[in-house]
């Protein structure tokens, strides 16, 4: 499939929406969308084309259609100033900034940026109970599919089991497999049981990002708010956002994206909780 460019985004071969090398999460209706528009770029394509190539011919209600294409105008940043999808009543869709089909050259640039994005290694979780690790592990892992994690590798559970997990982290961090290392360590906290994640880089051990949550929310709701902490940590890659956030009540204790430098002393100082 064609690679195409406009502004700062790039959609690539495999309908990854990009913006300097950060993912866009988009739904695959969104993408095949946006795919649709790029190709006729300038030219109004009607609702019934897109039904017929986004939804295969399928029944599609105008609400459906009209939320994706909100969706996609949302992802893409539209505003009052910046506008790419026009809506011509009565007829369809037009997209209205220039579009590049990139070369194989670039494509292959394209690919490169992507895999750089793609390379965080997740570690299972350091948990009091080594069952509830392999339980956290193996709910997380359900979240692999989609696209908001598709840049994120799941390291086996075995290989960083409670004995060998700082032999494992020291390896994988002199590897430089992964760019980013992403794990979390059940502590106490206020009397409380907490998780604490950190995001780091694995050429210079800098942590890029912290967030702490109560255990029981981790746990309850699915898993939902844990889900939600780890997609927050990985979209600011890019960002390299240095700031602190404001408390959340959504079980969120502590947000803090401060770039701090990890020693190697404070790696090797990581001790593994008794686990039962």
């Known amino acids: 499939m064609t690679v195409y460019k406009f ?28 795919r649709l528009l790029l190709e006729n770029a300038g030219h109004i394509v009607s609702k019934e084309k897109i039904c017929q190539d986004v939804w295969h011919g ?18 893409l940043g539209e505003n009052s100033e910046i506008k790419y999808i026009d809506t011509i009543y009565g007829k ?26 793609q390379r965080v290694a997740l570690l299972p979780f350091m948990m009091s109970d080594y069952y509830q690790t392999l339980r956290l592990h193996e709910k997380l892992f359900e979240y692999s599919g989609t696209s908001a994690w598709h840049n994120i590798s799941f390291m086996p559970a075995l290989m960083y089991a409670p004995d060998e997990f700082q032999q494992s982290l020291q390896s994988l961090l ?90 190697n002393h404070y790696l090797s100082s990581l001790q593994t909780p008794a686990f039962n």
Do not use: W
């Open 58 to 75: 399928g029944i599609v209600s105008d609400e459906s259609l009209t939320r994706c294409l909100y969706i996609l105008r949302k992802r």
């Open 174 to 263: 002199r590897s430089r497999d992964y760019q980013y290392i992403l794990f979390g360590r059940e502590v106490m906290a206020d009397e409380k049981r907490v998780l604490r994640l950190e995001l780091i880089k694995s050429a210079d051990h800098a942590i890029l990002g912290l967030r702490t949550l109560e255990l029981s929310d981790c746990i309850n709701r699915n898993g939902e708010i844990l889900r939600h902490s780890i997609e927050m940590l990985v979209r600011r890659l890019s960002a390299r956002v240095e700031t602190s956030l404001p408390h959340q009540s959504s079980g969120s204790l502590i947000v803090n994206f401060q770039k701090v430098r990890a020693s």
């Open 92 to 117: 369809g869709y037009r997209f209205m900034v220039s579009v590049q089909t990139l070369c194989e050259k670039e494509q292959e640039s394209t690919q490169k940026a992507e895999m750089t994005a």
């Open 7 to 34: 502004d700062e985004f790039v959609l690539t071969k495999d309908n990854i929406l990009m913006k300097n090398c950060t993912t866009i999460n988009l739904s695959p209706k969104e993408s095949g969308v946006l």
